[in-house]
Structure formats: C-alpha cells, structure tokens
C-alpha cells in the first residue's frame, strides 16, 4: 500500500519542523517536501505530486489561497489543508471558494492536526470547531460585494501581482518573479488600480491588507 503523500508549506522554519515531526510519526504518512513561500509550494506540488498540501495563508510571494487555485488547477484530485494563525468570515469563504477541503488554526495544531489529515485523507472535510460553527450559523451564505467583487474582477495573474506589489516589489522585480516582460508587469499593475479604482502603491497596499491578500503579524 503506498503511502499518503504530504507537502509542507509554511514560511517559518520553527513550524515546519513542528508540523513534519507530527506527521512524520504516523504510519504510512510521508512528508514529501517543504516550501517557504506559496509560489514554492505550487512548483514542488507539481514535481512531487503530493496527495495533501498543508498550506499557511500569510505566506510571501504567493499567498496560500492563490497557491491553492494553483496547485488545483493543475492537479484538481490533490487535497488541500489551510493552516493559519487567523479566521474570519472573509477568510474562510476564500478558503471554501479556493477548494480547500479543511481549515485549522495553528493554534489547535498540536491538538488537532492528525484528526485533520486522517479526516482530508478519507475524503472528508475538516473545519477547526470556531469555524464549523460558522458555517453551521450560515455566514457563509452571506455574500460580501467588495469580496465578491475581488474574486471576479481580477484575474489569477492580476492577484499575483497585487500581492507582490504590496509586499515591496518593483515591476521589473515582479517580471523576474512572474517570468514576464517588465512591460507586461506594468500592464498589469496598470490594469489593477484601473479594475479597482486606486491611485497609488500606497492604496493598493492597504486593499490587499483589507481583503487578506497579504497578512501584517
């Protein structure tokens, strides 16, 4: 029987060793690789074709969230597992449009994480007990038009790249990143604040605060 397949992804060293230490003690589970930043979760997704991927949100460079439309898209039969330090309800409709299929705070990590991945690995969902509550309340059937609205306006590519500029970089820096033409980076920044209807790096940075494209600690 072949073993169930895990990819790590988690920008702070100190977590991923937490993390594999508990997996890695399960028969028949194995930890395939670890990435520091979503972009290379998605490149080490395709190369080792996990079963799970356990993915942070607030990571750089590519989100956890975009990371997880990534690794889908290329491969829709893997699973995904969202860790992070926050919830809220904004955050856990992304998660549930993304295609995750478990949510769980790092917090209960050490409590919780096994129950998840055996629950991920039977095909079931798994939900960290403030979460399922929610969802059991039906907030989630309640429908932001400013989250909404980013969802649809902006494309995958266009996501990128407000992330990357709201983390600091340049567009040539985000060329080199996205394997673009500087140009081509500069159209789409121009096509970001023109879909959004920002003026400034400084607003831009501030939207993707405010809709969880990248996380201040």
Not at 17 to 36: C, D, F, K, S
Not at 105 to 117: F, H, M, N, Y
Not at 139 to 152: A, F, G, N, T, V
Request: with cysteine; glycine share 6%.
């Amino acid at each position: 029987m072949n073993n169930f397949r895990i990819l790590i992804a988690d920008d702070h060293e100190v977590v991923r060793r937490g993390i594999r230490a508990l997996l890695e003690g399960h028969a028949g589970w194995e930890v395939t690789g670890e990435a520091q930043d979503g972009r290379e979760a998605v490149e080490l997704a395709s190369l080792q074709k996990p079963d799970l991927v356990l993915l942070d949100i607030g990571m750089p460079n590519l989100n956890g969230l975009d990371a997880a439309r990534q690794i889908l898209a290329n491969r829709s039969c893997a699973r995904i597992l969202i860790l992070t330090m926050h919830h809220s309800h904004q955050v856990v409709r992304e998660i549930l449009a993304a295609g995750a299929r478990g949510f769980l705070l790092k917090s209960d990590a050490g409590r919780d994480l096994v129950t998840a991945v055996e629950a991920v690995q039977h095909n079931q969902t798994f939900f960290t007990s403030q979460v399922a509550q929610m969802v059991l309340e039906g907030y989630l059937s309640r429908d932001d038009e400013k989250e909404k609205y980013y969802r649809d306006c902006l494309t995958p590519r266009e996501r990128e790249v407000v992330q990357l500029v709201a983390e600091g970089k340049t567009s040539k820096e985000v060329a080199v990143t996205l394997n673009l033409s500087v140009k081509t980076a500069e159209t789409h920044r121009t096509n970001v604040m023109r879909k959004l209807d920002l003026h400034s790096v400084a607003d831009l940075t501030l939207y993707a605060v405010r809709n969880g494209i990248v996380q201040v600690f």
